[in-house]
């Protein structure tokens, strides 16, 4: 079977863009991938295309040129980019097509996601007396592991910081003021123990990839990305997931973030220890916290210690979040893996300016957790 | 139970309570394989059988974890009063059944406690234009004996 790899990344900014379809982000995202990639619109033979709010976003072929190439459209929550990926991947990988893209674009309403809880299998009274919102679950969680694992308030307030940091040097990042830790700790709770400065907001933004089959990337770039593996897992029986009314004693189950974790390592043939950067599903500074150590990077507890050795900063042993994560950048639904992946894209090119990792960075891990309880990991290389 | 009371939805918890019968929440349980649901479930998530009977779940527990809410949820398909007073939410463990997301009478996640005893009770939540209350289950911490 012959390998994908990345030959092309483009990102519109994340933000609020009054008057500007998510079409035209898209549109934007993908012209800036193919100039990357050097590759013209019809060169393109088959692609994964997603989004939350745009009813038809296959409908960006009226903006780029109607070709008649297959683009289908895909949805996974929050793991959809990584479905996006993980398919236009196996299209070459199986043989299908040559050049692919993976595109996700969104333009959400301001305030949190307000959907009628029956789409999700919900009943009404789960809704109407208000326990149908995710922020709950984050808070829930993180105040379990917080309890079970010796994690503080001040290493959320860290981690928060540090993302607000990141987006700082990152020009198409949406929230891009300095935060110190006290100054996160004096935002109002919301769910407690996570606080206003410590959860990211739903926006506006796109982003897209070009892949190609690994033989055929030396027309194109000197630079290549391997796309290593990709895993998509949901729920099983016994974890405590998002939007839960109930679920069963016995044993801890693990996450879908463990499962999807330990099959993309295995698959790539590359372990946690090969990590050299990350970019972890930051719905809120807990979930980077955990999310750390069910992606295997370290183990339950240890990122008190780490977080305040400075081991996730940019120029630490294992930089998290470097564009800013979710925190900084916010979250168009479809866009926010691939915005993630563009990022890893960078920093193994060597090309991420000033919030370039040092050294010469070789595997690239990105991870994406939502409702109802889907994980999605990709694995990359050079 | 006042007449002017109503439950949120049928078949959540029994109705009305009185001083001989307090309220229990009502679940499932599958016939064959025994996994118990709330809300009660025809359909079982584990085995994939189709069949279940009504089983009363513990009206006792203990705090599993919490949070808090801390501004109106949006609306649909919240329909609390306009006038909002933060909560807070939690997973009580029944034992030996499985782990319920519940209101919890407690605002003050300073008075709360991973591990504490948690009891079942029913709360007004919500006030309808014809004066109804609604009313909802929800958890409150134990007295401890003696207190
Ligand atoms: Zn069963």
């Not at chain 1, 990988?93 to 789409?119: C, M, N, Q, W, Y």
């Not at chain 1, 930089?319 to 691939?338: C, F, H, K, Q, R």
């Not at chain 2, 006792?60 to 009063?81: A, E, I, K």
Request: charged share 20%; aromatic share 6%.
């Amino acid at each position: 079977m012959t390998e994908a790899v990345i030959i092309g990344a483009g990102l519109h900014p994340f933000g609020r863009f009054p008057g500007k379809p998510a079409l035209d982000m898209g549109a934007d995202a993908v012209r800036l991938a193919l100039a990357d990639a050097g590759v013209t619109w019809p060169q393109i033979q088959g692609g994964y295309i997603g989004s939350y709010e745009v009813a038809n976003p296959d409908a960006i072929v009226g903006r780029l040129g109607l070709t008649g190439v297959p683009l289908r459209g895909v949805f996974n929550g929050c793991a959809t980019a990584g479905t996006a990926i993980a398919l236009a991947a196996r299209a070459i990988e199986t043989g299908e097509h040559d050049l692919t893209i993976a595109i996700g674009l969104d333009k959400h309403p301001r305030g949190a996601f307000a959907a009628d809880p029956s789409v999700a299998g919900i009943p009404s009274w789960y809704g109407q007396t208000g326990l149908f919102l995710t922020t709950h679950f984050f808070g829930m969680k993180i105040n379990r592991y917080m309890h079970d694992h010796g994690i503080s308030h001040e290493t959320l307030a860290r981690v928060a910081s540090k993302n607000f940091r990141n987006a700082a040097g990152n020009d198409k990042a949406w929230r891009r003021t300095p935060l110190t830790p006290e100054e996160v700790l004096a935002s109002p709770v919301l769910n407690y123990p996570l606080r206003q400065f410590m959860y990211c907001g739903p926006n506006e933004g796109a982003a897209a990839l070009i892949l190609c089959r690994a033989d055929q990337a030396h027309k194109y770039t000197g630079k290549p990305v391997r796309v290593r593996s990709t895993a998509l897992r949901s729920r099983r029986l016994g974890a405590f997931e998002v939007q839960s009314p109930s679920f069963p004693v016995g044993e801890p189950v693990a996450s879908p973030t463990v499962d999807a974790s330990l099959a993309a390592y295995e698959s790539a043939g590359i372990g946690p220890e090969d990590v050299d950067v990350a970019q972890l599903q930051d719905t809120d500074a807990g979930s980077e916290i955990i999310h750390m150590a069910e992606n295997g990077l370290c183990k339950d507890g240890e990122q008190e210690r780490l977080i305040a050795e400075g081991v996730t900063e940019i120029g630490g042993r294992l930089p998290v979040n470097t564009d800013g994560g979710l925190l900084g950048n916010g979250e168009p639904i479809g866009a926010s893996g691939l915005r993630q992946i563009h990022e890893i894209v960078l920093q193994l090119r060597g090309t991420a300016g000033d919030r370039q990792i040092p050294g010469t960075p070789r595997v690239g891990y990105t991870h994406l957790y939502g409702a109802p309880g889907a994980s999605a990991v990709t694995i990359l290389s050079t | 139970m006042t007449l002017n009371q109503k439950p949120v939805a049928e078949g959540l918890f029994t109705w009305p309570p009185d001083a001989t019968a307090p309220p229990r929440l009502i679940g499932s349980e599958c016939v064959a394989c025994g996994l118990i649901s709330f809300p009660a479930a025809a359909d079982c998530v584990r085995c994939a059988s189709q069949e279940s009977r009504q089983r009363l779940l513990s009206d006792r527990g203990t705090l599993w974890t919490y949070t808090t809410q801390n501004f109106r949820p949006p609306s649909p398909p919240y329909d609390g009063p306009d006038a909002f007073e933060p909560y807070a939410v939690g997973y009580i463990e029944l034992p030996g059944e499985l782990l319920v997301e519940a209101r919890l009478t407690e605002p003050d996640p300073e008075k709360l406690k991973v591990g504490q005893d948690m009891r079942l009770t029913l709360v007004p939540y919500a006030v309808r234009d014809d004066g109804t209350e609604v009313v909802t289950f929800a958890f409150t911490p134990m007295e401890k004996e003696g207190s």
